[in-house]
């Protein structure tokens, strides 16, 4: 994380910001492709090859720069999810660059969120009950909620309860009562309800504008 960052500024630092937040270039710890990567293999090829159309060169970096960069990236995108100061250490007037009624719109229609969510319902007043890097970061990773699993083994009484494992080889949940129960996959029905399924989805279609109006739109919900 620390040759991360110093390479970072170095090479991306004067358009980015020596913080990764922004300046004349985009702010990365909301880019889709920062929170996709996975030891740099999204931000890698970007790095390498630049955006022409954008005016950002490319930068003949080795595989172990760039996962030191992603380090630095990752640190910064926890940082602000951590952070507990928004207006020390996360302005408001840097998240606030998105479209509040392209937002709206994204909630009512491609983003689909008024098949869980509403306005004047459950998300009534959101703008004002979280600090704004919180808000943000509850759209992407919305955490709380946990996938429930119906498990049905040969005898055909069902087990319903907590997820708390499941693979190709073993599914595993707690009941209601607390008591621990996991069967072999191989010899048992398993039925998961993951309530968020949606934005799972989501994460693999938002872009970095959708992120940035959503966040408007749902900031000015007071």
């Known amino acids: 994380m620390d040759r991360g960052q110093k390479l970072f500024v170095q090479s991306c630092g004067f358009c980015h910001g020596n913080d990764a937040t922004g300046s004349r270039a985009p702010d990365l710890i909301r880019s889709t492709s920062v929170n996709h990567d996975e030891n740099g293999n999204t931000v890698g090829p970007i790095i390498r090859s630049g955006r022409p159309d954008k005016g950002m060169p490319g930068f003949p970096l080795s595989d172990a720069q ?3 960069i992603a380090a630095f990236l990752h640190s910064r995108v926890l940082a602000a999810l951590n952070s507990a100061s928004v207006e020390g250490d996360y302005p408001l007037q ?3 660059t998105g479209n ?6 994204f909630f009512e229609g491609a983003g689909g969120c008024t098949g869980c969510h509403s306005s004047t319902g459950d998300f009534a007043g959101i703008g004002g009950k979280y600090q704004p890097i919180v808000l943000q970061s509850r759209i992407l990773y919305p955490g709380g909620a946990r996938s429930s699993v119906t498990v049905t083994p040969p005898s055909g009484k069902h087990v319903t309860g907590t997820l708390v494992h499941i693979d190709e080889f073993i599914v595993a949940l707690r009941d209601d009562s607390g008591w621990y129960h996991s069967w072999p996959r191989a010899q048992v029905e398993a039925k998961v309800s993951d309530p968020l399924e949606a934005h799972r989805k989501l994460l693999y279609v938002y872009t970095d504008a959708n992120i940035h109006d959503l966040f408007a739109y749902l900031e000015g919900l007071k």
């Open 66 to 68: 760039i996962a030191d």
């Open 94 to 96: 840097k998240l606030l």
């Open 100 to 105: 509040a009624a392209a937002g709206k719109a």
